[in-house]
């Protein structure tokens, strides 16, 4: 470990007005990542390869650590074939040298269209969770804004082992955005109503209220706690702390078998 003279309980005040509060807005995720981590010092890897996902190296209060990340600039940060595959090699990267991984999310869900389903997305997707699943170093996430259907439970959460999974009072976890999944839900509702589209806002803004938060979820146990976006550095450092000495039971196996 090296010393950084990073105050481990260092808070930071311009979390609150990074993520805007339309969330159809981007922003930049490494704005976020650089603040978190030992004296900015941020390392990325294959930069220029899936600009949707950020891979890298930092300190946390010395301690080495593995950053992956949405990046809502492109692509809104959605899964494709190419993040996927990006993503899960550095999770095993990280893996095979004991460096534990920390997780920023912001995933609107995995790339739809033919195109990629006829690349085989499904087959490229199920790389990172099982990438994650096996991972057995400590992993700890954070969702800071959205969080939709399977691409949420791809990146760290507690269906695939995940350790800590924190959440800011931004979060939106659930199966899809508002607007999708009111135009389902209530499809015909929306059409039997005088004004159609008066009552699809009333029925988002009721959804965004009562599901697209990170209460729900926490109270169901999959999110540990609803963190204050200024305490990130610290929360995320005592939990590495915590996991130094995280008992691993494997079943004993010759390996696993990954979807190739």
């Known amino acids: 470990m090296a010393d950084t003279n990073d105050d481990p309980n260092r808070v930071d005040e311009e979390f609150l007005n990074?993520?805007?509060?339309?969330?159809?807005?981007?922003?930049d995720?490494?704005?976020?990542?650089?603040?978190v981590v030992d004296n900015g010092d941020?390392?990325?890897?294959?930069?220029?390869?899936?600009?949707?996902?950020?891979?890298?190296?930092?300190?946390?209060?010395?301690?080495?650590?593995?950053?992956?990340?949405?990046?809502?600039?492109?692509?809104?940060?959605?899964?494709?074939?190419?993040?996927?595959?990006?993503?899960?090699?550095?999770?095993?990267?990280?893996?095979?040298?004991?460096?534990?991984?920390?997780?920023?999310?912001?995933v609107p869900g995995y790339m739809p269209g033919t195109d990629q389903e006829f690349r085989g997305i499904i087959r490229h997707g199920a790389k990172l969770l099982f990438a994650y699943a096996e991972?057995?170093?400590?992993?700890?996430?954070?969702?800071?804004?959205?969080?939709?259907?399977?691409?949420?439970?791809?990146?760290?959460?507690?269906s695939l082992r995940g350790d800590i999974n924190y959440a800011w009072p931004t979060a939106e976890i659930a199966v899809m955005g508002p607007e999708g999944a009111v135009s389902v839900i209530y499809?015909?509702?929306?059409?039997?109503?005088e004004n159609a589209d008066e009552a699809k806002q009333r029925l988002v803004r009721e959804y965004r209220d009562k599901f697209a938060n990170p209460y729900v979820a926490a109270a169901r146990g999959y999110i540990d706690d609803i963190i204050a976006p200024r305490e990130t550095r610290p929360k995320l450092i005592k939990a590495l702390q915590m996991l130094q000495n995280k008992d691993i039971c494997n079943t004993p196996k010759k390996h696993e078998n990954i979807p190739l």
């Open 42 to 106: 941020f390392m990325e890897v294959h930069e220029k390869f899936a600009r949707n996902v950020i891979v890298g190296f930092a300190h946390l209060d010395a301690q080495s650590v593995g950053i992956l990340a949405q990046q809502p600039m492109h692509l809104a940060g959605v899964l494709d074939i190419d993040a996927s595959d990006k993503a899960a090699r550095f999770v095993r990267v990280c893996d095979c040298f004991n460096i534990p991984l920390v997780t920023f999310v912001d």
């Open 135 to 158: 991972a057995t170093v400590p992993k700890v996430s954070i969702i800071i804004r959205k969080a939709y259907g399977g691409a949420y439970i791809a990146m760290s959460s507690k």
């Open 187 to 193: 499809r015909n509702e929306i059409k039997k109503s």
């Open 18 to 27: 990074i993520v805007p509060v339309n969330s159809t807005q981007p922003y």
């Open 29 to 35: 995720m490494k704005r976020i990542i650089t603040k």
